[in-house]
């Protein structure tokens, strides 16, 4: 197990007095820059900075870094929640950590797909299947690890098997936190 224990610091941010959103920090006592890589390569729209040994990453948004000696989240609901997720990801990097041989690790800095262009790729028809308005809708939330690509049925029918190669390709699906 790469991280065995962690200090934890729940609070609400200093420039939001009286929020009703809460900011939390694991701290470590061991460096977790070496499994950066390989969640740099499983999290959908990471965007990773070797230079600066940091990660960044927003699943639900929730805005989450990921550093040598820390793994913070923001903007959660409840001082629960945001111990909760930092349990989570704590085991998320853990997980990552022991199937690191089955992941080729990423060191590149990848720019987020833009919204615009995922929906390019959806099939447009608003036809409510995913449970939202409209295909845009559905993109946003795809782009944020809301939705994925199986929550949309028409891309796995053969009219869009060459637009969900390439969605395939620019979204990971992101794993489960916890
Ligand atoms: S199920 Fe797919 S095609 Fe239908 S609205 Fe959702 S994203 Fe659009």
């Not at 900075?49 to 699943?59: F, I, P, S, V």
């Not at 797909?113 to 028809?125: E, G």
Request: hydrophobic fraction near 40%; aromatic fraction near 8%; proline fraction near 7%.
């Amino acid at each position: 197990m790469l991280i065995e224990k962690y200090d934890l610091d729940v609070f609400t941010p200093s420039c939001e007095p009286g929020a009703e959103r809460f900011s939390a920090i694991a701290r470590l006592t061991i460096d977790i820059s070496d499994v950066l890589p390989y969640l740099n390569a499983t999290l959908r729209g990471a965007v990773y900075l070797q230079e600066a040994n940091a990660l960044t990453w927003t699943k639900s948004g929730h805005k989450i870094a990921f550093q040598s000696y820390e793994i913070a989240t923001s903007n959660v609901k409840d001082r629960d929640a945001a111990i909760k997720e930092l349990d989570g990801l704590v085991k998320l990097v853990n997980r990552t950590w022991e199937r690191r041989a089955e992941i080729t690790p990423d060191f590149e800095a990848h720019q987020r797909p833009t919204p615009l262009a995922v929906y390019k790729l959806l099939p447009h028809t608003n036809c409510k299947q995913c449970g939202e308005p409209t295909c845009y809708t559905f993109a946003l939330k795809l782009i944020a690890g809301q939705k994925n690509l199986a929550d949309c049925p028409p891309l796995f029918t053969p009219e869009y098997a060459d637009q969900l190669a390439i969605l395939q390709g620019i979204i990971i699906e992101a794993p489960a936190i916890g």
